[in-house]
Nanobody
Framework: VQFEESGGGLVQPGGSLRLSCVSS????????MGWFRQAPGKQREWVAS????????KDTDSVKGRFTVSRDNAKNMVFLQMDSLKPEDTAVYYC?????????????WGQGTQVTVSL
């Protein structure tokens, strides 16, 4: 299974970005999906997850109320809407099949998409 992330960029604090991820998983519609991020010098961390039919989402405390995860099963895609961005959100963002609790399923990762929040 492969993942391709896109939508990152440079944005000022308080701004917004919408990340997209397309998956090659033929069973995408029955798997929970998650977003993760890795800041320079830090370990990759879980950001948010969504169940297969979008009935439940969960996210880490640092992004609550600012980030929203969604998906389109017809297109094998998962999205991360990021609002009120902060400099500490700067990281490379990745998607992966993941549990609602944030455990990534695959050990192979896509290239990710860089998000930089700066003046």
């Amino acid at each position: 299974v492969q993942f391709e992330e896109s939508g990152g960029g440079l944005v000022q604090p308080g701004g917004s970005l919408r990340l997209s991820c397309v998956s090659s998983d033929v069973n995408f519609s029955v798997h929970s999906m998650g977003w993760f991020r890795q800041a320079p010098g830090k370990q990759r961390e879980w950001v948010a997850s969504i169940t297969p039919d979008s009935d439940r989402t969960k996210d880490t405390d640092s992004v609550k109320g600012r980030f929203t995860v969604s998906r389109d099963n017809a297109k094998n895609m998962v999205f991360l809407q990021m609002d009120s961005l902060k400099p500490e959100d700067t990281a490379v963002y990745y998607c992966n099949r993941a549990s609602l609790g944030g455990s990534a399923y695959y050990t192979n990762w896509g290239q990710g998409t860089q998000v930089t929040v700066s003046l």
